[in-house]
């Protein structure tokens, strides 16, 4: 469980999140929607522990964000909105590259089994020749090595096909409910959100979308 | 720590070559200028043209003395060859030893006993013509002395020939000695005049800029795409650098080994305890200077413009090809080295800096 309190982020005097609350259980897909600048990147970085709010308490399970920082990152999926991969290496040197950086040992069958199950089927091919779909997988695959609980996504689909599209939103679902993942994700694709997702948090100025999902039924989460 | 290595090799294994090229750059250089200046030197010895009208014992001597010269290469021609070759500037000046060589010295006159051609364009003939007059002078000297005993003693009938052995056997018992005392240094001398510029030294400066060069992984990582994920994997960044400190480091250990075998093996340089110790230092110098040095770039050629700077900034103050003023010599990074000293200042510096470094970044991390 994911508990956000009264959580506020201002740089100098530009208030930029302010004041939000919310709880994210096992299972859920939260979407994070908002404008141009609405502060969705800053909200997730505060969630990543990479930032500092300004106001407000965070706490994954019954850890607090302000005393166990450490412990709380390796539970931490982070995929950065700009691709974070070595251009030069294959997916499998990047791969491995991370494996041997990353808290946890997987093998190399492991390694390929999860490029795989999000259909990343290029293994020994060198990054700079994948499509932007491929990329897109690998800069996610890279950030499950050490098995998170918690999966924040930057964009994870921007500038990719349909179908790159659908088979990430596949896999996203996979791991929310087999697995019982929590994962919140941006987009600007409402589409999509409106596909996958449990629960949406809109942020923004003036922003208060108001929207029923009617997959699940769940109520909008607006602030 | 393995695994830093092994992402490491991940790394070397895109761009062997490049990391190769730097790494034997220094040896490769090194060898290139030694083998190029000797092999100029070589050229530049002055060529002499030697006559020899007589074949007595005295004129052989002072023929083989002057054959022995480093300067000169001597030339055998007869007395009409010597006066062509001096007028078209084969050679730079030509020497007759005179028919009656060996009876003008023994009895002490000097004159004409040597006769010299030289040009407009004689640009070696002081050096050499002086030379050659202190190689007869050993001779008419010798001869003198002999001479000076025939005539004080003049009741005991010594022959010449008695006196001439006597004083050969005086200057055996000195040559003898003199050539036990000298032997180092004229070894050393020779080792001056084949090599101009000491062969640790060039691979020295070579070193630097090889550092630097292999240095740039640093701001390569640094300015990377996948700094985000740094907060996510099991060491912080600046470990992570210490970590990648070390396969370099190994590395280039082992090309140090390298060098010190190939220059004992083709430069004739000693191997001795002195010079490992002194060199192990120097690399640690060197990689941690480079680290800290990098570290405080951003710009990629930028950094390759400053390390080439440096590197010339280096090769000036260390004295190394150009004779510098000792008085640079404590900020010479060479030095230490050069003088196979094992602390040095730099060394002391560098491990502060890090240090200060490290402990900066884990207090920001926690
Ligand atoms: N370090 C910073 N200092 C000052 N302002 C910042 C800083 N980082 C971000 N901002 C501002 O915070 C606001 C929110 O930025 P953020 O990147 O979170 O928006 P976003 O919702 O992710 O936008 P996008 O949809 O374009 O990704 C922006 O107006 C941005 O200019
Ligand atoms: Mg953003």
Redo the contacts between chains.
Sequence with gaps: MLKVESLAKSYRNKVIIDDISFTINKGDIVGLVGENGAGKSTLLSILATLKKPTKGNIFLEDKSFDHSKKAIRREIGYVPQDLALWEEFTVEENMIFFEQLSWVNRNKDELRQLCVDMKLEKWKEPVHSLSGGMKRKLNLAISLIHQPNLLLLDEPTVGIDLKSKTEIGNYLHTLAKKQQKMIIYTSHDMEEIRQLCDYVIVIGKDTFYKEILLKSGKPVLSF | MI??I??RL?HWK?QPFSLLFWLILPILATLAIQYFTSAIQEDSKVPVGIVLEEDTELAMNLYLAIKENPLIRVYDVTEEEARRKVLSHKLDSAFVIEEGYEENVKKGSRNQIITSYKSDLSFAYTPVSQTIISLVQEDTGRSKAAYTVINLDNERSWTWEEIIQTANEIQKEENLLHTTFSYASSEEKKENQIRLWNSWGVWAIFSVLSALMLADWVIKEKR??????F?????TYKW?YMGNLVPYTVLFLLIDLTAVMLFNLLLSETITSKLLLSMLSFRMMLQMGTFLFAYCFRNLYFYYILSFVLTLFVILISGVIIPMNSSWDVINPLNAFINQEVISGYLMLFTVLLIIWLMKGEKRNA
């Design positions: 695994s830093i092994r992402t991940i895109k990377s795409s996948i700094k985000p994920r907060p996510f994997i099991r060491f992570y």
